[in-house]
């Protein structure tokens, strides 16, 4: 069973920037695609980015491409998203997921279906 668990959600500025980061405590962490997704108060989830097993491959939502970075550290078992020129629409609470379905051919899953495990999330507030 994998456990995941994200941290560094908090309270910024319109423009600012946060690092969240999400810590999985399987030992196979280096055969799972894993990906962000964000939830916004009365709105579904939805796809922010995504990283493959290796972190060779990318893939983000139009709405924060050049903005957000995603990458993995397989040796720390850790993803991270470095969020940049934050926006009050961007605030969500943020998730981290894992794919851990070793014969999907999406190198980069983008539908939260495809993720069979989760973090609890953390909080990101952008103020105007």
């Known amino acids: 069973q994998v456990q995941l668990v994200e941290s560094g959600g908090g309270l910024v500025q319109a423009g600012g920037s946060l690092r969240l980061s999400c810590a999985a405590s399987?030992?196979?962490?280096?055969?799972?695609?894993m990906g962000w997704f964000r939830q916004a108060p009365g709105k579904e989830r939805v796809f922010v980015a995504a990283?493959?097993?290796?972190?060779?491959?990318?893939k983000y939502a139009d709405a924060v491409k050049d903005r957000f970075t995603i990458s993995r550290d397989n040796a720390k078992n850790t993803v991270a998203l470095q969020m940049n020129s934050l926006k009050p629409e961007d605030t969500a609470v943020y998730y981290c997921?894992?794919?851990?379905?070793?014969?999907?051919?999406?190198?980069?899953?983008?539908?939260?279906?495809?993720?069979?495990?989760w973090g609890q999330g953390t909080q990101v507030t952008v103020s105007s």
């Open positions: 997921a894992a794919d851990v379905v070793p014969s999907r051919m999406t190198v980069v899953p983008e539908h939260q279906g495809d993720y069979g495990y």
């Open positions: 990283v493959s097993k290796s972190g060779g491959a990318t």
């Open positions: 399987g030992r196979t962490f280096s055969t799972y695609a």
